[in-house]
C-alpha cells in the first residue's frame, strides 16, 4: 500500500519557517479534502489545516491562523504547509492524509512516517 511522504522538518529558533511537503496524495486517497495533522507524545492527533484539493479553499485551527498556510500544487500531486514565526508548542510530529472531519481523526488509516517540526526557545 502506497502511503503518503511527509518532508520539510527540523528544528528551527523561535520565529523562524519551516515549509513542509507531502506527497502523493490524490494518487492515494479518493478524497478531495486533505489535511496536516500534528501529533505530541502523550496526547492525541490534531487536525492543523485542511484543504479543498478541488478549490484550494482552506481552513487552519485559531492556534495557527496568520502563520501557517496551506497549499497543493495539482500538478504534482503535492502539498504543502507553510509555517512562519513558529513557536515551541508547534513542536510536533506533522503527518498529511486525508480529511473527514476533525472528530474522525481516529478513523483514519494509511498514515505516513511523519515529519519532526522542533521549535526551540
Known amino acids: 500500500q502506497v502511503q503518503p511522504a511527509e518532508s520539510g522538518g527540523g528544528l528551527v529558533q523561535a520565529g523562524g519557517s519551516l515549509r513542509l511537503s507531502c506527497t502523493p496524495l490524490?494518487?492515494?486517497?479518493?478524497?478531495?479534502?486533505m489535511a496536516w495533522y500534528r501529533q505530541t507524545p502523550g496526547k492525541e492527533r490534531e487536525v492543523v489545516a485542511a484543504i479543498d484539493w478541488r478549490s484550494g479553499r482552506s481552513h487552519l485551527v485559531d492556534s495557527v491562523k496568520g502563520r501557517f498556510t496551506i497549499f497543493r500544487d495539482d500538478a504534482k500531486d503535492t502539498m504543502y504547509l507553510q509555517m512562519n514565526s513558529l513557536k515551541p508548542e508547534d513542536t510536533a510530529i506533522y503527518y498529511c492524509n486525508e480529511f473527514k472531519g476533525a472528530l474522525d481523526i481516529a478513523e483514519l488509516t494509511n498514515w505516513g512516517q511523519g515529519t519532526q517540526v522542533t521549535g526551540s526557545s
Open positions: 490524490r494518487h492515494i486517497f479518493n478524497n478531495y479534502e
